[in-house]
């Protein structure tokens, strides 16, 4: 709903008129020191009560008048001069301010809010509680341009509004621990943007696959099921953050396929008509020129480098190089990429598809990366935010694109060392050059100290909701404007839903409580608590699991795949490639040979040496006694005699050879089962 008239209470707007120095009125204290950005403010709490005191609080915003004006300050620090509290007695204490601006009065009349300062307080000006009515000329951007997002924390019956054109004109950024409510905030924001600019598309980099319940009228789910992002679509560094896994790809294997991209880009081009040709040839192709081209043209332009005599040395990389291009293809998560919906020219639906053009009234698209494999997701994030920033550039202002990520310190980390280099280009890209063409980047992150500052810098409306960690509420003082740096004095102690907004899109910092969003529109993964009271451990289906976990259930179908290889294959030479024939063929045995089997002889088997006693040499007497009175003493085994069921084994049968008589006798008659 856009903000079209501030609400404000009655009750609020008594207490406009101030008498004089009346206790426990409007009158707090009196400027006793003030700077350049600081005021120093006494008060005195008469016979130890507590009524003035109450309206003394850190975050909350007074006024001092100066002549006719009046100086807005913020509270951030107060103390006792004694610091100790007396029952009963008089307790003096100081408020240190913050001078955030002043409310003008004209000579007409009306009056004005400016965050500049024309007359500083003097000592001794009255400080007061500030009026209803500048909360709401403080706060309010401007009518018809602002949007309701919650209510002040200071004051609860005004609202909390932000300027929506220049939140997205020049990127925001909202940040937070975990479980403080970003998520909620982002989905409020973005049923916001949507409602102030029709031409708004809106992608949202989902890894938890939870913004798809926060829009169930506005919003089309894409997920691995539905997704064909056609792998041609992929520059050079996506495609081989694919193929290499996310490991640093071999520079050998790198340059070979830059080189054989564009050919196999080529070959898919010249099964087109004449015209087609035609109007492609006046521009050249490279590996980066989104152009369609199959897998099965790319194996066999290897296969013909492989089978070719020279390059004896490059051979084992192409090799390679292979390898990993069958098991990308082969493996079932990469079903999105290597469909057979993925071989056709299929930019225009995919990109009708992702960036809602036409919108059909659901201009908001939720890409959920969940099921995606890791080693992927820097590749797609990449491919979408650059995709993203070519379709508003090219669109000529027809086309508003905002491009939500979730997480973004995965994808734009600090260290330059870390994340995936063209995925962090093109997320700059879009946060240096998206206003001048109408993109805008949301960035969503609970540790804003490992984002890369220099793409946070660019975000001038932020949101900082409650963070613990040192280092990154020391990142969110440095983007806070030098005259509001105390605000982040209590940003680590604010409750959950509250926030601290300050930027382009809101004339003066201000804490803030967004408004509650509905159940049915809260953002939750859409499989957290859909099934918790259905099943549990001890009747959920491991099975299942098992099978989600391998990614089987719904593989990849290769056989076009495999056909148009053969088929690409087959044009080249086959000797060539038939050491690296991917279609290998069953194996068949030789055929027996016709001839029979040469009979057993038994002359050809080694014949022992009968001695002959003429010829033989004689034997020793003695040696031949020793031998004999050897024999006696050994045991004697009587030779096992067959059962009578059982016959008795044969020799061999004459006319037979000695592998036939082995084969017809029974197993357990070749071994001794003694």
């Known amino acids: 709903m856009l903000n079209n008239d501030l609400h404000a209470s009655g009750k609020a707007g008594e207490q406009d008129r101030r008498d004089g120095h009346t206790p426990g009125n409007r009158f707090l204290g009196r400027v006793v020191a003030c700077s350049g950005s600081r005021a120093t403010i006494a008060a005195v709490a008469e016979q130890g009560g507590t009524d003035l005191t109450e309206l003394w609080s850190v975050g909350r915003l007074i006024s001092i008048s100066v002549g006719r004006n009046r100086v807005v300050a913020l509270v951030y620090q107060m103390n006792t001069g004694s610091h100790a509290w007396g029952e009963g007695e008089d307790n003096t204490f100081r408020i240190e301010t913050e001078l955030l601006g002043e409310v003008r009065v004209d000579e007409d009349g009306r009056e004005e809010f400016s965050t500049g300062i024309s007359r500083y307080p003097y000592l001794g000006a009255i400080a007061h509680r500030i009026r209803s009515a500048d909360l709401m000329r403080i706060y309010d951007a401007g009518q018809g341009t602002t949007a309701v997002i919650g209510k002040l924390t200071q004051d609860e019956s005004i609202d909390a509004a932000i300027h929506i054109p220049s939140m997205l004109s020049k990127h925001f950024a909202v940040v937070g621990s975990t479980g403080v409510g970003k998520s909620t905030a982002v989905s409020l924001l973005l049923h916001k943007a949507i409602a102030a600019d029709p031409k708004l598309r809106v992608l949202i980099l989902d890894p938890h696959n939870e913004f798809a319940a926060a829009f169930p009228q506005h919003a089309v789910t894409i997920d691995t099921d539905t997704l064909d992002l056609p792998f041609w679509l992929m520059r050079l560094e996506e495609f081989a953050e694919v193929v290499f896994r996310g490991r640093p790809p071999v520079p050998e294997e790198l340059d070979m396929l830059r080189d054989i991209l564009p050919e196999a880009k080529r070959a898919f081009r010249g099964s087109d008509n004449s015209l087609v040709r035609r109007t492609t040839e006046k521009s050249s192709i490279t590996a980066d020129t989104p152009v369609p081209y199959r897998m099965a043209d790319l194996l066999a332009l290897i296969d013909e480098r492989i089978g070719r005599l020279e390059g004896r040395s490059e051979k084992p990389f192409l090799r390679s190089l292979k390898m990993r291009l069958i098991a990308a293809i082969n493996d079932p998560r990469y079903h999105f990429m290597f469909s057979n919906n993925t071989i056709s020219d299929t930019i225009t639906e995919t990109i009708a598809q992702i960036f809602r053009i036409p919108g059909e009234n659901r201009p908001i698209c939720t890409f959920q990366l969940a099921g995606i494999p890791s080693e992927v997701v820097n590749s797609v994030a990449s491919v979408l935010c650059r995709m993203a920033f070519e379709v508003a550039l090219w669109s000529d202002g ?19 060392s870390l994340g995936f280099v063209p995925t962090r280009q093109a997320i700059a890209r879009i946060a240096k050059e998206g206003r001048k063409y109408g993109v805008s980047l949301g960035i969503i992150t609970q540790r804003p100290g490992e984002l890369d500052q220099t793409i946070l810098s660019q975000c001038s409306t932020l949101f900082a909701m409650r963070l613990a960690n040192d280092r990154d509420q020391e990142i969110i003082r440095s983007a806070i404007p030098n005259s509001s740096i105390s605000t982040t004095s209590f940003i680590s102690s604010i409750g959950n839903g509250e926030a601290i907004a300050f930027g382009e899109a809101i004339s003066v910092p201000m804490r803030m409580r967004f408004s509650r969003v509905d159940e049915n529109l809260l953002p939750k993964a859409s499989s957290a608590n859909s099934k918790q009271s259905e099943e549990d451990p001890d009747t959920v289906d491991l099975r299942k699991i098992v099978t989600r976990m391998r990614a089987v259930t719904v593989g990849p179908d290769i056989s076009n795949f495999q056909q148009n290889y053969a088929a690409s294959v087959a044009g080249f030479d086959e000797a060539d490639a038939a050491d690296e024939d991917l ?36 034997i020793d007497p003695r040696l031949d006694a020793l031998r004999r009175e050897m024999r006696r003493d050994e045991p004697v085994f009587p030779r096992p005699t067959p059962p009578a069921d059982q016959p008795a084994v044969s020799r061999r049968e004459p006319g037979t050879s000695l592998r036939e008589s082995i084969l017809k006798k029974p197993l357990s008659s070749l071994y001794n089962k003694d």
Do not use: F, G, N
């Open 398 to 416: 027809a086309i508003h694109m905002l491009v939500v990520c979730e997480e973004a310190h995965r994808y734009i980390p600090s260290d330059p």
């Open 583 to 618: 279609d290998a063929k069953p194996y068949t045995p030789p055929a027996s040979s016709a001839a029979p089997l040469e009979s057993y002889r038994r002359e050809l088997l080694p014949q022992t040496p009968r001695l002959d006693p003429a010829t033989s040499p004689a």
